[in-house]
């Protein structure tokens, strides 16, 4: 039996700027459905819903709720037409209770009822079965039950359409368990619920359809019931894309460079943002960290850069002294000693100027910012500095008029070649890379990849945390998959699949794959 | 005995601008705008009061002392508003720096205040003062009970400002804890990008808490003209109650009612000396008057330490607010 | 019906910051500001009866005409230029350091000490010498303590700072009313210094203005060509990124806010030493919080600074002359350097955001208007 539907979407497309983030999406939202919207990160799955939500308006395409067209255009908007959306980073007042927060900029009388409001809430908790005390402050709140304010804030206001945007990437298998029961509790009442995840397990234990977004298009529909994880990951990557990126490779003796042993560190929220983390970096490699975003690669960086409070194990780097064993344990230094140990990292925070380059200073100035230091006497000499930028904007054709120039006027590609050329610079024994071609063009990524390899062949241990699973393929010699902040597995490009990564980000184990 | 309800009745005669300050700058602290124009404000509302009231007397025929308090407080209000609607538009629509707008806003009010006395000092030949009817009006305690023996006196005895800012008080802390608005304020406040997703139209909060706290700090200011300086206009005499009322903010973790009990207690410290016979000279009382400030910077540094979430600057404070573009 | 193309109807206007302001332009506005000031001065000026220009021009002459009014003048701005400065690295490092008036008068009364009770033990040079680096170490004294609180528990600096200047100013009335009180007389005020307690001056006017003039120019170098200036530049954008680059941010904070007091601290034996020759309640006077606005609107370069100190120390000097000219209080200078503070900094948005207008082709087409 098909049930109504409540939303389709037609012919949907958005750009922003050259990037098309959708083209010509149509999908169909059913009441007393799950819906999943499954696909890697970047396909658009968020901005698709965030059409719904009022916070995108789209480019071009038609939006039908009940069968009508209509225009969202804000927020409110589209409560009132019963949509809600639960975000990724949840916006509570953190002094305020669960209750004052849920009534929140509602209409209503001069006063706050408070009795007749708890007494409303604890109402839809029952309904539901959610566990939520609406008398207690969110900041003594776990994230789950934040997440459950979140959720009852959006049905107290009468949504009958629910988007929640990756709801388990903070809970625990328990809490997630609780809250797949919640959401068929809530289909069982008939309303539609919409998915976002690129987890596949839970896929198939919460949706009753899954459309699956590739490339910001969508590419498929299908029933949970009648398909499987294999199917589904082939869907979601797609075929493998030849790319011609080259895996060059090197003629000396590969040394270790960094050990990391057990690695343990407590996430903001309280979790273990990496968990018993262990590999080894080696001379003359490039090593790719794939996983979906939150996985702890950004807690893995700053560990091993001195930036992120350990909480157990150690991160081994190999001693310039004696035999140039690894066994000098860089945990507890303080972040100038690992930069002089030869460690550098370039790290491309999702707004690129966070953290690495300073935004309102030059090129030059950015140069020094790991060895303004250096030299003798008061002053900084911006004679070496300038000398580098003027050599990086040549080598890396970075444009700009001059190298006075802000960075913060640079174009993205270009933020990203200087401050992955300073760090190249500064001729690292080992270098860590985030994300570096985080929204460039193709050329602009081509040449970071030229220069990570130049970096290999010198013998640098190279380790390139990516989001293109078809690059980090083609470029890197080893690929260790991280999962939930533990390590999933570490695997040979050549010899795996694309699908085998996919499944193994999505939280299968590989053992459990291959045994 | 006596001295002891005198002290009392001293110490709320005292506290009372105190309280007008502290009370209005919660309300414009709770918007999230840290406005320390409060001093320049209070000048600013002390000179409009008394020249409204100097104003009425001097074109009516037979001026009403009543009228002309009246008049004062619409005065003193609506100035000291438009100072803070000054701060605002510049803070909120021009993103200007909060610090330094309200420090200019001080300095602003402060020559505002001085200036303008001193022209309607020199238009009334020498000083600017309100009649007998007037002062009256400002003095004079709730008719038939001041007179009841004890109580009378210790309730019932003071000018109507003090009743009025007592009022304000309870008001703002009925505002902040039972309204719809005023919890809608205090997440402008703590989280404005939450407000603003709940619908909450952020920028029309901060203007009006932040011109209504302004206009209440202004007849704080009016106080101190029409009764600590019983209506003569005195050059310079808001004389820093504006940073004290900024202190008190904080010393009342920005709650209109402990505002309510720690105006009275400033108020009660600064005329304490003079009940107490603890035989202070001139130079220890002074350094008794700084007492305040360190009670504040205690308060200051206790909340920072133990990071209190419940009593602590409203999160947003001093940060001004602007929607990303889309 | 018109099933395709609906396009996102743009808001009539919509603000966006922009980076691009040649700074050419950026300086006409902002010299559009004080003069749009200066109208809004001079219609209160016009309310009053009298011709703004006759007025303006008196104030001019007032301050700069003769070379005692000039000497007056320079008076008044060498204070505020070195204040300005003092707070200069504090807000490079968004340090709200509101503080620069105690820490003022933290340096006035250790720089008193010495003139009062030192002047016949020490001889004339040493004596002032002594006075600078008591006034220097008092005022980072009182502008560490804040600081060390803020590195180390977060405890917020702009109310710290603010309350501390009251402190200390009451600290001041203490030692007036008692122990410092000048005998034999009944008014509580401090004896005048010596002689030998005095600065001397240069051209009519005490040392203290070469000093700052200096001090300008050290201050311009060490933001700009020294490691430390450096520092604080990186902690005052990003404290990740100056973590992400190893410096030890805490120290940053704490060294800062030591220069910034020092400088505050020289200033009010400045004052003391080469302009009152005595220590009140009122030495420092406001000169620590008008110094906050002429450092921000001078975009905290140095340079800039002296012609904003200048000007405000003109306006304040005329402000005299047109009280006996003009009879309008001298008061006038607080309004008038108000509103000039006010519009530069409403400017300062024409200067960082850009107005953008809807364009009439961006708007939505009207149904079946294709052929238009």
Redesign the interface.
């Known amino acids: 039996m098909e049930h109504e539907i409540a939303i389709s979407l037609e012919?949907i497309c958005k750009s922003f700027g050259s990037v098309k983030a959708n083209h010509d999406v149509s999908l169909e939202i059913r009441r007393g459905e799950v819906l999943a919207l499954l696909g890697e990160n970047g396909s658009g799955k968020t901005t698709l819903m965030n059409m719904l939500s009022g916070?995108?308006?789209?480019?071009?395409?038609?939006i039908k709720v009940n069968g009508e067209e209509v225009?969202i255009?804000s927020?409110?908007e589209a409560?009132e037409l019963g949509i809600g959306m639960i975000h990724q980073h949840y916006?509570?007042?953190?002094?305020?209770t669960a209750a004052?927060n849920i009534?929140?900029?509602?209409k209503?009388?001069?006063?706050?009822k408070r009795r007749e409001l708890v007494s409303d809430i604890r109402a839809l908790t029952e309904k539901y079965g959610f566990e939520l005390d609406p008398t207690k402050?969110i900041?003594d709140m776990s994230v789950s039950e934040k997440q459950t304010v979140e959720i009852i804030k959006v049905l107290y206001r009468g949504a009958d359409i629910l988007i929640l945007d990756e709801p388990t990437a903070v809970l625990t298998p328990q809490e997630t368990e609780k809250l797949f029961a919640i959401l068929h509790n809530m289909r069982d009442d008939g309303k539609a619920i919409v998915i976002i995840t690129h987890k596949l397990n839970e896929v198939m234990s919460v949706s009753d359809r899954v459309a699956i977004l590739r490339k910001g298009e969508a590419v498929a529909t299908v029933r949970t019931s009648e398909t499987d994880a294999q199917t589904l990951t082939d869907l979601m990557v797609g075929r493998k894309v030849s790319l011609e990126i080259e895996r060059p490779d090197v003629d000396f003796e590969q040394k270790d460079f960094l050990k990391v042993v057990d690695l343990t560190c407590i996430g903001a929220e309280g979790h273990k943002a990496l968990d018993s983390v262990s590999f080894t970096l080696r001379s003359g490699e490039i090593m790719g960290v794939a996983g979906i975003a939150g996985s702890g690669q950004r807690e893995l960086c700053e560990a091993i850069?001195g930036?992120y409070p350990v909480k157990g194990g150690a991160i081994l780097c190999r001693s310039d002294t004696s035999s140039g064993e690894v066994r000098e344990n860089i945990v507890g230094m303080?972040?100038?000693?690992?930069?002089k140990k030869g460690v550098a990292?370039a790290?491309v925070p999702e707004d690129r100027l966070?953290?690495?380059?300073?935004?309102?200073?030059d090129m030059v100035?950015n140069m020094?910012?790991?060895s303004?230091?250096r030299g003798k006497g008061?002053?900084?000499d911006r004679k070496a500095p300038r000398a580098m930028a003027e050599r990086i904007k040549d080598e890396l054709e970075v444009v700009t008029p001059r190298v006075t120039m802000?960075v913060?006027?640079l174009s993205g590609g270009n933020v990203q070649k200087v401050l992955v050329g300073r760090e190249i610079a500064s001729s690292p024994k080992v270098l860590v890379v985030a994300y570096p071609v985080r929204g460039l063009d193709i050329n602009s990524s081509y040449t970071i990849y030229d220069l990570l390899n130049q970096q290999k062949k010198k013998g640098v241990a190279v380790m390139f945390i990516g989001e293109d699973l078809d690059v980090l393929m083609a470029l890197c010699d080893r690929i260790m998959v991280l999962c939930g902040g533990r390590v999933a597995g570490i695997v040979d490009p050549r010899e795996v699949t694309k699908d085998e990564i996919g499944l193994m980000m999505a939280g299968e184990r590989r053992e459990e794959e291959v045994g | 005995m006596t001295t002891v309800i005198n002290f009392l009745c001293a110490a709320v005669l005292a506290g009372t601008p105190f309280l007008f300050g502290t009370v209005g700058e919660i309300i414009t602290e709770r918007s999230g705008n840290l406005n320390l124009g409060v001093e320049g404000m209070m000048f600013m509302g002390g000179v409009a009061g008394i020249a409204g009231a100097y104003f009425y007397e001097q074109s009516a025929a037979n001026p009403i002392g009543w009228v002309a308090a009246i008049i004062a407080v619409v005065c003193s209000f609506v100035c000291a508003a438009l100072g803070a609607l000054v701060y605002s538009f510049l803070t909120v629509t021009l993103r200007a720096n909060q610090n330094v707008t309200g420090l200019s806003l001080t300095i602003f009010g402060t020559g505002f205040g001085n200036f303008f006395g001193e022209v309607l000092g020199n238009k009334a030949g020498g000083y600017v003062v309100v009649t007998g009817q007037t002062k009256e009006a400002f003095s004079v305690g709730i008719p038939g009970l001041s007179n009841i023996p004890v109580v009378g006196k210790l309730l019932f005895s003071y000018n109507f400002l003090v009743y009025l800012g007592i009022l304000i008080a309870v008001l703002a802390a009925i505002y902040f804890s039972r309204t719809r608005s005023g919890l809608n304020l205090r997440a402008v406040g703590e989280s404005p990008a939450t407000a603003d997703a709940a619908g909450i139209n952020v920028t029309k909060m901060k203007y009006l808490a932040t011109c209504i706290g302004g206009g209440i700090c202004g007849i704080g200011g009016m106080y101190i003209v029409m009764v600590t300086c019983s209506g003569v206009w005195v050059h310079n005499c808001v004389n820093g109650y504006g940073w004290i009322a900024v202190a008190l903010v904080i010393f009342a973790t920005w709650s209109p009612r402990r505002a309510l009990l720690g105006s009275f207690v400033f108020g009660g410290l600064s005329v304490l000396r003079y009940y107490l016979h603890l035989g202070l000279n001139m130079a220890q009382s002074q350094m008794y008057d700084v007492l305040p400030y360190i009670v504040t910077v205690i308060v200051l540094i206790v909340t920072g330490i133990r990071q209190s979430r419940e009593h602590a600057q409203p999160a947003s404070c001093g940060i001004n607010y602007f929607r990303e573009e889309r | 019906m018109d099933k395709a193309y609906k396009r996102h109807e743009e808001p009539l206007m919509r603000i966006t910051a922009r980076t691009d302001m040649p700074a050419g332009r950026a300086w006409i506005i902002r010299v559009l500001a004080i003069v749009f000031a200066l109208i809004v001065g001079g219609l209160v000026i016009l309310s009053l009866g009298h011709n703004p220009f006759s007025v303006y021009a008196d104030m001019l002459r007032g301050s700069l005409a003769t070379r005692t009014a000039r000497i007056e003048t320079v008076k008044i701005a060498v204070p505020l230029l070195g204040t300005a400065l003092a707070i200069t690295p504090a807000f490079k490092m968004k340090f709200w350091n509101i503080g620069a008036e105690g820490q003022i008068m933290a340096g006035a009364i250790a720089a008193s000490y010495f003139a009062l009770y030192w002047y016949k033990v020490l001889p004339g040079p040493l004596l002032i010498l002594v006075m600078l680096v008591a006034g220097a170490v008092a005022g980072g004294i009182w502008g560490v303590i804040p600081a060390i609180f803020k590195a180390k528990w977060g405890v917020n600096e702009t109310l710290f700072t603010l309350m501390f200047n009251y402190i200390i100013i009451g600290f001041e009335k203490y030692l007036q009313n008692g122990p410092w009180i000048e005998k034999g007389t009944t008014y509580p005020k401090i004896a005048t210094f010596d002689q030998a307690a005095r600065l001397p001056k240069v051209l009519g006017v005490h040392v203290g203005w070469i000093a700052v003039l200096v001090l300008t120019v050290v201050m311009f170098f060490y933001l700009k060509y020294t490691k430390q200036g450096y520092e604080i530049s990186v902690v005052g954008e990003s404290v990740r990124t100056a973590q992400y680059a190893g410096m030890n941010v805490k120290k940053v904070i704490i060294r800062t806010m030591i220069i910034s007091g020092v400088i505050s601290g020289i200033v009010g034996f400045l004052i003391v030493s080469g302009a009152n020759y005595t220590l009140n309640e009122s030495t420092s006077g406001g000169i620590g919080f008008t110094a906050i606005s002429v450092a921000w609107l001078a975009r905290l370069n140095p340079f800039v600074m002296i012609f904003i100190s200048a000007f405000l120390a003109i306006l304040s000097k005329g402000s005299n002359t047109i009280q006996t000219d003009f009879k309008i209080p001298a008061s006038a200078a607080g309004v008038l350097t108000g509103i000039i503070l006010l519009c530069m900094l409403g400017g300062e948005f024409f200067v960082n955001y850009r107005l953008i207008f809807r364009h009439k082709k961006h708007a939505e087409l009207p149904k079946g208007g294709e052929e238009a």
């Open positions: 012919g916070i995108y308006y789209p480019d071009e395409g038609t225009n255009r927020p409110k409560f916006k509570l007042v953190e002094v305020l004052e009534t929140l900029g509602l209503g009388g001069l006063t706050v402050k900041y850069a930036l303080s972040p100038t000693e690992i930069i990292m790290f966070g953290m690495g380059l300073v935004a309102s200073m100035d020094m910012l790991k303004y230091k008061p002053f900084v802000p913060r006027r």
